[in-house]
């Protein structure tokens, strides 16, 4: 069976030339750099830049700057980029229970560690300003590649990546090719590529072809970098491109194919079409199938080409480093529009308004210190004493001698209709109002004063004043968060080995699994399908793990596997997660007076994960299962403690010396306490 007919658009097979393969990422590159020079936030971004730095020229000699969109914009980012992790697992297989839980551990660790909320902050405030921002999540290797490797959440703006194909409802993720530029200091390029020191140029030395990429070199020297034309910016960094490709070829060879170095975590073997290949098991043994063409596909999770604008050959052309097999860069937008595939930038509806406020109050800020010191008219003819073009009005302890009345001979000629008035002020105001209804900030206002201002009574209502805006964004920053959390989960897997999850997390909290068979390694050592039942204890619970023989599954496989069986079951949300505790109330009302409900249920919506499943096909059934094994639970207890001769009475509590007991008549309510030199905190009041 003969390859699939190439088409030009493909990305050319890895058995073609260098150079053609080079060519190709430089066709790639023009043709999305042509479509995103067609979007309207590239389109406005100079102004956009202008306008949010507060550079405004109407000509006049007033030197005021006021830039209440800055704060407007700062205020609004920093609201909603409020996260407290990255995301939680949980797994419906038995097996991997405690192997989540040490996931969900090390992924809380890897928040800390790497400071996401400051990555999401980034993007916002390039989503906000620019139209679009991204976040790379990456492993990359310290001190130039001899270092520490460690995960982390590389942000990134409108010009810095480069899509090709994109869908309908564009996601960058769902494109045919993406490019993500990036701008290393020459000397750490010349550390991670050392092959192509000789070839390696920096961007001053590059000649760029079209207008795009000269304007992308400018915005990173003066943006990203902070630096002007003065400095030598130019010869200090070098261009790295790096471009994921959808390759869709199958391997029809008739033979397999080695993918990427042996020695690497992305090695991996192709079969061919039709071949025999482990197809899982049935009725506890290994079954063989033929191939299909989803087996054979030749980059499985992506293609990665990485190239330099100076270097005439890829720099690296083989399978993408990272085994979740999406395209990297997740996109943050905060006005995305249906019919604007890139999104708009805040500054765009706003920036009208925002100039007009500029320039009344420039004019003002003129008519004003015109009129404490103003242009003065005098008659020549009854002056005397000092020349009157040499009289200073402000000057202290000066004198002037006329001839005649002084009033009649010395005095302003500012129009009388040129001053401030009250007129303006309103109109001020206006403007203020008109842009901060264009950025909803009363909805995000009202959104932040609910973190220190909460209690049962005003809960309703005000949650009733958190605007469509504050909700619309939050729900966009959630699933944005949902995609990286997506990757997070293999990239723990295959990145971080035993020794770096202990350094996270500690010893403790490693489960026995990671010690099977290759104990540097966290990738599980077989599938759920492989594992065999061991030593039921008393209670009948069955035991299980892995069997003596190796698995039939590569190392690859078993750790996609295990991720796929990895449910994401919770995102980091913003602080509109507030809006969850009213039906937190309930359930935990609902439990206190009684009501058939289990644990298992309760627990995972107020916060407890892995808490463990209970069997049964209703709540009911689940409510009757858990209470029986709680009454087992008990019964042991009571019969350890009279083994062990322990007894008596325990202290005081609520009713018996030692407080009111509870009543629960009223739902319980959400309030705050602290203050006078305590710590602001949010509890629960009950009656």
């Not at 006021?66 to 609201?79: C, M, P, Q, S």
């Not at 097999?325 to 997740?330: C, E, Y």
């Not at 765009?348 to 103003?374: A, Y």
């Not at 309930?586 to 463990?612: C, H, Q, R």
Request: charged residues 25%; glycine residues 8%.
């Amino acid at each position: 069976m003969a390859d699939l007919q190439q088409m030009d658009w493909q990305v050319p097979r890895f058995e073609e030339p260098a150079d053609k393969r080079a060519a190709w990422v430089e066709e790639q590159l023009s043709e999305g750099e042509g479509w995103l020079q067609e979007q309207r936030s590239y389109k406005d971004l100079s102004r956009n830049l202008k306008i949010f730095d507060g550079i405004i020229d109407d000509g006049t000699s007033s030197t005021l700057v006021t830039n209440g969109l800055k704060y407007d914009i700062r205020k609004f980012i920093e609201t909603i980029s409020e996260v407290r992790e990255i995301g939680t697992y949980s797994t419906d297989a038995v097996q991997y229970k405690s192997f989540a839980t040490m996931v969900n551990k090390v992924c809380k660790g890897i928040y800390l560690e790497a400071a996401f909320p400051r990555a999401v902050r980034k993007a916002l405030q390039y989503s906000a300003v620019m139209g679009r921002g991204y976040i790379w999540p990456k492993v990359k290797t310290t001190e130039y590649g001899f270092g520490e490797r460690r995960l982390i959440f590389e942000a990134y703006g409108l010009l810095d990546v480069v899509p090709v194909q994109i869908p309908s409802n564009g996601d960058v993720q769902d494109a045919y090719a993406v490019t993500i530029f990036e701008y290393m200091p020459i000397a750490e390029a010349h550390a991670r590529f050392p092959l192509f020191q000789d070839r390696l140029q920096p961007i001053s030395d590059v000649s760029y072809k079209n207008r795009v990429q000269c304007r992308r070199a400018d915005y990173a020297q003066r943006f990203r970098y902070g630096q002007q034309e003065a400095r030598n910016w130019g010869d200090l960094y070098c261009e790295i491109r790096y471009t994921f490709v959808r390759d869709i070829r199958i391997n029809a060879t008739g033979h397999r194919l080695p993918m990427g170095d042996i020695n690497t975590s992305w090695f991996y073997e192709v079969p061919s079409v039709g071949m025999d290949i482990v197809g899982g098991f049935r009725n506890g043994s290994p079954f063989m199938r033929k191939a299909r063409p989803e087996d054979c596909r030749i980059y499985p999770q992506l293609r990665e080409i990485i190239t330099s604008p100076s270097v005439d050959i890829p720099m690296y052309d083989g399978p993408a480093f990272d085994w979740h097999g999406v395209i990297p860069p997740v996109q943050y937008d905060v006005d995305d529009w249906a019919w604007e595939p890139i999104g708009r930038s805040l500054v765009s509806d706003v920036g009208s308004i925002e100039v007009t406020k500029r320039k009344l109050e420039r004019r003002m800020d003129r008519v004003i210190t015109t009129t404490l010191n103003p242009p003065m008219g005098y008659n020549r003819g009854e002056t005397g004493g000092p020349t009157i073009e040499n009289f200073d009005i402000f000057k202290q302890d000066q004198r002037l001698g006329v001839d005649g009345e002084p009033k009649k001979v010395l005095q302003s000629i500012l129009p009388e209709e040129v001053r401030v008035e009250e007129v303006h002020f309103k109109f001020l105001d206006f403007l203020l109002k008109m842009r901060e209804q264009q950025l909803g900030i009363q909805d995000l206002g009202n959104l932040a004063n609910l973190k220190f201002n909460i209690s049962g009574e005003t809960m309703d209502k005000a949650l009733e004043e958190i605007g469509p805006i504050a909700k619309g964004i939050a729900a966009g920053m959630e699933a944005a968060n949902a995609k990286v959390a997506y990757q997070l989960k293999t990239m723990v897997i295959q990145w971080y080995d035993t020794k770096r999850v202990i350094q996270i997390i500690g010893s403790d909290n490693i489960t026995a699994e990671v010690f099977d068979f290759d104990p540097s390694s966290t990738v599980p050592s077989h599938m759920p399908e492989e594992m065999v039942q061991h030593n039921p204890d008393e209670s009948g619970a069955v035991m299980w793990k892995a069997p003596d023989t190796n698995s039939i599954y590569s190392k690859m496989e078993r750790a996609k596997r295990f991720s796929a069986n990895l449910r994401l079951i919770s995102i980091p949300s913003t602080l509109l997660k507030i809006t969850q505790r009213d039906e937190q109330q309930k359930l935990i009302l609902l439990k206190k007076m009684g009501a058939p409900l289990s644990w298992s249920t309760i627990m995972p919506k107020i916060g407890v994960e892995n808490f463990g499943e209970v069997p049964g096909n209703t709540e009911f059934e689940k409510w009757m299962n858990e209470e029986m094994q709680m009454l087992k639970v008990k019964a042991a207890a009571a019969q350890l403690a009279a083994a062990l001769g322990l007894g008596g009475e325990g202290g005081p509590g609520q009713g018996k010396g030692g407080g009111r007991p509870n009543s629960m008549q009223k739902p319980p309510k959400t309030a705050q306490k602290g203050g006078a030199g305590g710590e602001p905190r949010v509890v629960q009041k009950t009656s």
